[in-house]
């Protein structure tokens, strides 16, 4: 059966981004896959995580970078990146801030992040 999401969950988080889950543990249940988009503001930033999930970020608007022990990527609108699950990683706005898509295999979960205090 085709299931129509109308409207994404939000998942609060600290600095002023804004996550909306449209699949995913929070918004439909689903373990396997999470697609959400976030906008964050410019100067965002979080901090280092090593997820349990390989997280693919597509970047709309704006730019993305992460950062992990390699260095620093910069991932500008129309451009992607994949994060594999186990990497520590922090991830930062570009200056004019970023609206991106990440899809996380499996779903984002909260207990999955491990992000650092």
Partial sequence: M???IDAPARIPV???KLI???VGRVATGTPGVSVARMTAPPGWDEPA???DFDEITLVLTGSVVVEDD????EVRAGEAV????????RYLAGPRGAEYVAVCVPAFGPDLVHRED
């Fill in 70 to 73: 390699d260095g620093r990527t």
């Fill in 20 to 22: 909306e889950e449209f």
């Fill in 49 to 51: 995580q090593t997820p």
């Fill in 82 to 89: 994949l994060t594999p699950a186990g990497r520590r990683v």
């Fill in 14 to 16: 600290p600095g002023g």
């Fill in 2 to 4: 085709v299931r129509r």
